[in-house]
């Protein structure tokens, strides 16, 4: 109770931040952002040009942590995508754009270097769009109506999800109003676009959602088929991908605080905030579901795994206790190898590496990933537990008559059980919460269906107070679970 009340606490603070007026009327240019701070995104084109700049206070922040940064003061200007930044509501956050059209780019899609004629027939499909003027009214038709076009791509996603002979798995990322969530479904513009292109071609859709960071590396593994993603075409790129012709143009935004008049977002008091933010993250378009979806994936990729971990611990462990010295030897070698790697570094390979080739579901490779790790944890703490049992236990059963199957599930195992069940407790809550890098390899769990809801919403905040609560729960739930079990297990005398 003592985490809930310290964590709704700093939601309080951070919503009561300060409204610091500033006056910004001798910024007309980029240039003008010298000695400044300025918020973006880390590794992006904005950053490496303000980098080579000198002279401004760069501040690294995830897409959808950028205005926030702005509204509490953090940073004075945040640099994002100019169409993004025309379609939100920023007067009613306070914020104005005070510089446009910065780095102008192209951005396209991309295709694995082998895949030329399916590049052939999306450059033909674009050149029939623009030729027609479909192209035009299409894109003034998304900047001027994005409700109503949201909803008509939501339905041709429904109606694309693998249709046809060939399903294309298209790889995206989260960025309102390319590719976000609405009523429990993805929409956007890039995806929209590419539903068109497939009922055009004849092929389904596959969209995973994926880190951008992990897109191209996904791409050259044959994972996925094209990256639809807002991705600006860059020479380094383009010597890894096979870049589409443009269809999207456009730059970035300076958005800084307005000098006009403090927002009446800001005016209001942190219990209307708060009712804000919920209706904004779970009540409007009916955004729960999302979260909802994620607990539920998390929820089954824990169980599957805490089966998988033991079965491959009880494995290890039988390994380990081995009459051979050379199988203990191979055994505690290859624990001290799971060990000694870090987990995301493992599912990254068994996700691009191992199982590059394999038509294997993303879930899979996460179950077996985990296995393989906490396996080898809980291998350690199933030999701990077993050689903790006195030696005379086994003979005590043995002259009792009873086999030494029967020996070591009656009396062997109540014992070892006794001894593990506080550490084993710490392992599956611990597994529990590793479960959160998962979205590096295209699974929507928990914690990346906050990131979506973020990336949709660009309220950083409560969606992760909302996930934090969830993963309390649920270890404090697995706890009292272990701890139930323990008592199941542990002589009445010794619980006294």
């Not at 700049?53 to 509204?71: C, P, Q, R, T």
């Not at 192209?135 to 693998?162: C, F, I, K, N, V």
């Not at 060939?166 to 109003?177: A, C, E, Q």
Request: some cysteine; aromatic content about 10%.
């Amino acid at each position: 109770m003592r985490r809930l009340v310290f964590i709704f606490a700093v939601y309080l603070l951070c919503a009561c931040s300060a409204d610091k007026k500033a006056d910004y009327s001798d910024v007309h240019d980029i240039s003008d952002l010298k000695g400044h701070s300025v918020a973006v995104s880390m590794g992006s084109s904005y950053d490496l040009m303000l980098s080579d700049m000198g002279g401004v206070e760069l501040v690294h922040l995830g897409v959808s942590e950028l205005l926030l940064a702005v509204e509490t003061g953090r940073a004075e200007f945040c640099i994002m995508d100019q169409i993004q930044a025309g379609m939100l509501n920023l007067a009613d956050r306070g914020l104005e754009i005070k510089i446009r059209d910065i780095l102008k780019g192209t951005a396209a899609a991309g295709f694995n270097k082998s895949d030329t004629l399916l590049q052939a027939e999306f450059n033909a499909y674009l050149r029939n769009l623009k030729e027609t003027g479909e192209y035009d009214r299409w894109s003034e038709r998304w900047m001027s109506r994005p409700d109503s076009m949201a909803d008509e791509a939501l339905l041709l996603t429904r109606q694309t999800a693998g249709a046809g002979n060939r399903v294309l798995k298209v790889g995206i990322t989260i960025n309102y109003p390319y590719i976000f969530y609405k009523e429990g479904g993805l929409t956007g513009m890039e995806l929209d676009l590419m539903n068109r292109f497939c009922l055009y071609a004849g092929y389904g859709t596959d969209f995973q959602v994926t880190d951008f960071s992990a897109l191209i590396p996904a791409l050259n593994s044959r994972k996925i088929d094209v990256i639809v993603s807002h991705m600006r075409v860059t020479e380094e790129r383009a010597r890894k991908v096979l870049f589409s012709d443009p269809y999207l143009q456009g730059g970035g935004a300076a958005v800084c605080r307005s000098a006009k008049s403090v927002s009446a977002k800001l005016r209001k008091g942190p219990w209307d905030r708060l009712k804000s933010s919920w209706r904004r993250n779970l009540v409007e378009e009916k955004r729960w579901k999302l979260l909802a979806s994620g607990l539920l994936v998390t929820l089954e990729i824990s169980l599957y795994s805490i089966l998988a971990a033991i079965v491959a611990g009880v494995i290890l462990c039988r390994l380990r206790m081995g009459r051979s010295k050379s199988i203990r030897k191979t055994a505690s070698a290859f624990i001290g190898l799971v060990r000694g790697i870090p987990l995301l570094v493992i599912l990254m390979i068994m996700f691009y590496v191992v199982f590059a080739s394999a038509s294997v579901t993303a879930l899979t490779v996460t179950v077996v990933s985990f296995g393989i790790y906490y396996g080898a944890y809980f291998g350690e703490v199933f030999r701990m537990g077993m050689e903790s049992v006195d030696r005379g236990q086994w003979e005590a059963g043995l002259a009792l008559g009873l086999g030494k199957f029967q020996t070591f599930l009656k009396v062997i195992l109540p014992q070892a059980l006794i001894r593990i069940i506080p550490v084993f407790k710490g392992e599956v809550i611990t597994l529990i919460k590793t479960t959160s890098v998962v979205g590096y390899v295209a699974v929507i769990d928990l914690t990346k269906a906050s990131d979506i809801l973020r990336s949709t919403t660009l309220d950083a905040l409560f969606p992760l107070l909302l996930v934090t609560l969830v993963y309390i729960v649920l270890s404090q739930l697995t706890g009292w679970g272990l701890d139930a079990l323990d008592r199941r297990f542990t002589p009445k005398n010794r619980q006294s």
